[in-house]
């Protein structure tokens, strides 16, 4: 039997071994680079849903719920729809009476709500819907979901004049023969959901709102 003792091929498999190695690093190095590059993206869309739910909170407890509040109930989606146009407001709880038990009722005395839209999912059943535009006019906008989940009701005057006792100084003259009562401001746990057209990325919150 005849011993093999020769080294030719051993630079080749030393080469191959070597571009292999430099191959494996190369990969890793790659696959860093673009899963950084996701992760940063998905941040990016992650921070612009969570912008525009800020933003349809400011919208919902400044100008909507206050309109709630002070319009006919038998014209106040008509009436919101039509003022909030541009936001493509929908108010799929009004028509069955759940978003206005929501307004005016505890929570426990929502009979006209099913259990979705008693549920603290502001995705599923929510009670109004509205997309706010995206800075990229070429990109589609975000749409943005809220629910209220929780009522305790208060006795704010919600006739559009102001009946209770607003508070004023020592040497301000009123009648104290006038029972002025304490004013206790309605609580409402709201959720709100925003998401990107384009993207999977969705931010949450969770207020409490006093009227």
């Known amino acids: 039997m005849r011993i093999l003792r020769g080294s ?5 498999v030393t080469a191959l071994m070597l ?3 430099a191959l494996v690093i190369a990969m890793a190095l790659l696959y860093s680079v673009t899963t950084g590059t996701r992760i940063s993206a998905s941040q990016k869309r992650y921070r612009s849903s969570l912008a525009a739910a800020h933003g349809g909170v400011e919208l919902l407890t400044r100008e909507i719920i206050p309109r709630m509040f002070q319009l006919d109930p038998l014209t106040a989606e008509t009436s919101l729809v039509t003022d909030f146009s541009l936001i493509d407001l929908h108010l799929p709880g009004y028509s069955t009476g759940c978003l206005q038990q929501k307004l ?23 009670d109004m819907t509205f997309t706010l535009k995206n800075e990229q006019a070429s990109e589609p906008g975000f749409r943005v979901s809220t ?62 709102y006093a009227y």
Do not use: Y
């Open 147 to 208: 629910k209220i989940v929780d009522t305790v009701p208060g006795n704010t005057d919600t006739g559009g004049s102001e009946l209770l006792d607003v508070g004023s100084s020592v040497s301000a003259g009123r009648d104290d023969s006038i029972i002025h009562p304490q004013h206790v401001p309605g609580m409402f746990n709201i959720s709100v959901q925003g998401v990107g057209g384009r993207s999977q990325e969705k931010a949450r919150l969770s207020v409490l």
């Open 8 to 12: 030719d091929g051993a630079a080749l």
């Open 19 to 21: 571009t292999m190695l």
């Open 104 to 126: 005016h009722s505890a929570t426990a005395n929502w009979t006209a709500c099913n259990p979705a839209q008693s549920s603290a999912d502001p995705a599923q059943s929510p």
